[in-house]
């Protein structure tokens, strides 16, 4: 009996070397074939899981300073372009602006009585040349007046000597002369006089109509002033700048923001793209406008179709903020990676929308075949 089940227990060993050889072998064709796919895939792909969804982001910054008022909106809010986000405190605003209108309307009046005074100074240089002109006309009367009394003077003094005239009737003659030459020099002073005062009210208008350029250029450099403080107080209402959706709002009702400062910013929800950060051995098979299929992480089993759209100007590591200086003596070799944008084709896929900026996704370009 114990031989006989010794000799019944003898075929087992073989029985299962024979599966052990069918195992290996499935084993040896699956890894082949696993092999070839991957090896056959290599050919015609380039991937990389170092990639992540991008979004334009825009920073809330206040142009002017002020406490803030209200703050109408909460973390991760949907926004429409123009909606009210921030309200600031504006009463030292609309002091400044009122202060500005006063000094435009002062620099308006300042026109208007330039104006004034200029049309009065030319008003009197008419009638100061007017003057003058009259001057002239009294003075030549004048000296044909004179010379007829010199000739009336000199012709009775022949005739006194004859004893042709009385000495009254000489007197007389003389005296007429000494007159009219007494008047002649009273009126060249009078046309001095009227001279000066034209000279004098031509000068003023002079000056006044400077006047009226200073005021003009005084109100329009208030009219600045009034446009740049109403500027100003539009700007204490922060408004969105596109659709998009609110990040964390770390602003709260009376806190102080300084012009320039950050305060949450909108992720703008108008266009999404990938950033896929290539080895620099990659770079030579990938072109402009190859196909690429990308797989969010976050959305397994979807497939979103997209293509190289361009490259970076240079690598990753040269836009840090301390980029690697390998002139100091301790330079090892790194590969760099490349980055290389890619556009979705199908911007209507209803999934693309859940996509956010930061996630990581897994980039398959392919670079030729199947």
Do not use: C
């Not at 006989?4 to 050889?21: D, I, T």
């Not at 500005?100 to 049309?119: D, P, R």
């Not at 009385?166 to 009126?187: G, H, R």
């Not at 700007?235 to 300084?258: E, H």
């Amino acid at each position: 009996m114990a031989t006989e089940n010794g000799n019944g227990n003898q075929p087992q060993p073989q029985k299962r070397s024979k599966v052990f050889l069918i195992i290996l072998i499935a084993l040896v064709v699956a890894g082949g074939w696993f092999g070839v796919t991957k090896w056959n895939h290599a050919r015609h792909h380039m991937e990389t899981d170092d990639a992540q969804v991008e979004a334009n982001i825009s920073p809330i910054i206040p142009r002017v300073s002020g406490y803030v008022k209200e703050v109408r909106v909460s973390d991760n809010q949907k926004v429409k372009k123009g909606d009210t986000l921030l309200i600031l405190d504006d009463r030292d605003l609309r002091i400044k602006l009122e202060q500005a209108e006063a000094a435009l309307a002062t620099a308006q009046s300042s026109f208007v009585s330039a104006k004034a005074s200029t049309a009065a100074a030319r008003s009197n240089i008419g009638t100061s040349q007017a003057a003058v002109l009259a001057a002239d006309a009294q003075i030549e009367k004048a000296k044909v007046t004179v010379w007829q009394t010199t000739q009336e003077f000199n012709r009775y003094a022949n005739l006194i000597q004859d004893h042709s005239v009385t000495q009254q009737q000489f007197e007389d003659k003389k005296a007429a002369k000494e007159s009219a030459e007494k008047q002649l020099q009273i009126l060249e002073q009078q046309k001095n006089q009227a001279s000066s005062q034209s000279f004098a009210v031509t000068s003023q208008s002079n000056a006044t109509s400077s006047q009226i350029s200073i005021a003009s250029s005084m109100i329009r450099q208030r009219q600045v002033d009034v446009d740049d403080a109403k500027l100003n107080l539009s700007y204490t209402i922060i408004t969105a700048p596109a659709d998009g959706l609110v990040s964390k709002v770390n602003v709260q009702v009376g806190q102080f923001l300084n012009a320039g400062q950050s305060t949450f910013s909108i992720v703008l929800d108008q266009h999404l793209w990938v950033i896929a950060n290539f080895k620099e051995t990659q770079y030579n098979e990938i072109r402009i406008g190859q196909k690429v299929i990308v797989d969010a992480d976050a959305l397994p089993g979807h497939e979103f179709e997209g293509k190289v759209s361009s490259f970076s100007p240079a690598t990753g590591a040269r836009f840090a903020l301390l980029p690697p200086d390998n002139a100091s003596g301790n330079f090892v070799k790194v590969v760099q990676r490349l980055p290389v944008k890619i556009e979705f084709n199908n911007t209507d896929d209803s999934l693309l929308s859940r996509l956010k900026a930061g996630m990581n996704v897994d980039v398959d370009v392919h670079i030729g075949g199947n």
